[in-house]
């Protein structure tokens, strides 16, 4: 269950922290269009908004629905950013960054000469009015917010924690419920009505749940098929509490699993297992997708391992780091990832099993810990 309180959230020195990192690359500002990025760094959840750090100034832009809203939850997440509300918002970001234009400023103290965009955020009507609006060189910026967001303070950390205990528990109230007849659509329907039940504000994504064939499918919906003899069951699963998320899966069977059942199950739970197990501070995500990869290319089933090992977790789903092959991106304490081999046999089925973990200096904290073992779901149909 949710516990009655969670510590504050705080955004305070956030933006502060943003606008060290815009500086160290080369600009004088930055113009935040990604509703997520603007949450974490000003504590505002609405759904318009516009947020400008600059050398002096950090203001967020959102329209008349949230005059109220905007300045109380800025005041009550420790933001010191000041409010705008006013629907052209380019024409507030050029009030605010064009200042100095026409004055024969020697040193240039007063301008902002360089404004950085988050280029995998922007679209491109907004890039060009902010263009012919400002009187100053437009450069990019990808991941900039989503690094430093990646390294989850401790009210961070236990929201998170908070959904995945409420998914541990409501897996283990549903698995008696998952029998022989029982539809996908209706195995997700339970799970997400429990979760909100025990106190999760909804799902953290669509829930998968894929049975037999359907389970070679790794982004499976839940449709109308229904639990038959032998499938392999994927359920895919995760709440959210106050915005931040939790994610898991675990494979199940319908009746007695066959042979070859057990042994992808088996490889799969032993590789991640492998994983988990390189997950530290100071580790490149490659090495972590390599130890799955390589400990399920030995066993003879490569070609079935068909998506990365994992991603961040927090305000989204999928967030910085990417945990996949090659990837450089090196581990700190504090980030929450997870490790999710899977081997996909077409027509046949698949198995995943994953677990989100928090990064330590050295090693990890597993946050979901619904057992791995594999469960045979009731074969004896529904009444």
Known sequence: MRPLSLPPLSAHG??????????????????VTDLTNIRWCTGFTGSSGVFVISKDRHVLITDSRYRDQAPTQLDSSGCEAEVSINSDWVAVVAAILNKGKGLNDVNGADRTTRVALEADRIVWAD????????????METVGLIAELRSVKDEAELMR???????????????QNRFVLGVSERGMAQMLEDGMRAAGADGPAYDTIVASGPNAALPHARAGSRR????????????????????????TFVVGSPDDRAVEIHDIVTR??????ATVRAGVETGEIDRACREFIERE??????????????GLDIHEFPA?????T??????????????????GYGGVRVEDTVVVTEDGCRPLTKFPKEFVCLSSQPTI
Do not use: W
Request: aromatic content about 4%.
């Open 227 to 250: 639990l038959a003899n032998g499938d392999l069951v994927v359920v895919d699963v995760g709440a959210l509490v106050e915005g931040y998320r939790s994610d898991m899966t675990r």
């Open 14 to 31: 956030r933006s502060e922290r943003v606008r060290a990192a815009v500086e160290a690359k080369g600009a004088d500002a930055l113009v």
């Open 271 to 276: 590789a991640q297992a492998e994983g988990v």
């Open 300 to 313: 003879g089933y490569g070609d079935a391992f068909v998506h990365g090992t994992g991603h961040g977790v």
């Open 127 to 138: 890039q060009r009015r902010l263009s012919e609006a400002l009187d100053a060189e437009l």
């Open 160 to 174: 998170i924690q908070t959904a995945a205990g409420i998914v541990d528990a409501v897996l283990e109230e549903c």
């Open 323 to 327: 945990v996949r092959r090659g990837n």
């Open 329 to 346: 991106a090196i581990l700190s304490p504090g980030q929450v990832i997870t490790v999710e081999p899977g081997i996909y046999l077409s």
